[in-house]
């Protein structure tokens, strides 16, 4: 049982390239989330989704495109890449549930440097 | 708004010690509250929850709703605690849908010798 996984690990983009981070969970949650964590400031919410074909923004959305084809993947686009995403990203999921909340399960993070 | 506070950056103690980290929120409603857990090196990791009132590797918080805050506090310190601490708050009781979770700007914990 993989959990929620995330590729690349690491990854070095130039200003202005693209590219697109991949989050898959096995686990049949309804769903899922990417997050951002800078020093000093936590972890901040990019773009959720609370099911296959759905999405929404978070708190920090701008330079960010998400798209949920599939129930067990979430992808994470950055169109033009910028320094100031340089960041550490993380995915989570979480089951749906009508009473308690579970809280997160997280992936182990894509370190992203853009230069 | 929801808000979640951690003001200390860092704690250093001593093995041994007790720990108190200490977290504060802001919400107009029932919260759902969370701590988490990272390790370095590691993903975050869901470490309580307050709905679960349950100890885990030592570890306890309670929710108190007049002074919204929920501290984690641990009676000995020991080296493997020595990790980052996020607190987070859910509003999953008003909304009903996905938890959204807004986190703290986390608490390094630093336990020495």
């Known amino acids: 049982n993989a959990g929620v996984t995330q590729t690349p690990k690491f990854r070095v983009l130039k200003t202005g390239q693209s590219m697109t981070l991949l989050c898959a969970q096995d686990?049949?949650?309804?769903?899922m989330y990417w997050y951002r964590q800078d020093p000093g400031m936590g972890l901040r919410l990019i773009h959720y989704s609370v099911g296959e074909g759905t999405t929404a923004k978070g708190e920090v959305p701008d330079g960010y495109n998400v798209s949920r084809l599939k129930k067990q993947n979430f992808l994470l686009g950055l169109e033009s890449a910028a320094p100031s995403q340089t960041s550490v990203y993380f995915c989570?999921?979480?089951?749906?549930?009508?009473?308690?909340?579970?809280?997160?399960?997280f992936g182990s993070g894509t370190r992203l440097t853009v230069v | 708004a929801q808000r979640v506070t951690q003001p200390e950056k860092l704690l250093s103690v001593f093995k041994g010690a007790p720990v108190e980290l200490k977290c504060n929120y802001s919400y107009s409603g029932s919260p759902e509250l969370f701590w988490y857990v990272q390790y370095s090196r590691q993903r975050l990791q869901l470490l309580l929850r307050?709905?679960s009132r349950e100890s885990i590797k030592g570890f306890t918080a309670d929710l108190n709703k007049g002074e919204t805050s929920f501290h984690l506090k641990k009676p000995f310190a020991q080296e493997e605690d020595s990790a980052m601490y996020y607190c987070?708050?859910?509003?999953?009781?008003?909304?009903?849908?996905?938890?959204?979770?807004?986190f703290g700007t986390g608490t390094r914990l630093q336990v020495t010798l």
């Open positions: 686990m049949n949650h309804e769903y």
């Open positions: 987070a708050l859910s509003g999953f009781r008003n909304t009903g849908t996905a938890s959204k979770l807004t």
């Open positions: 307050h709905i």
């Open positions: 989570a999921s979480s089951p749906k549930t009508l009473q308690i909340d579970y809280g997160y399960t």
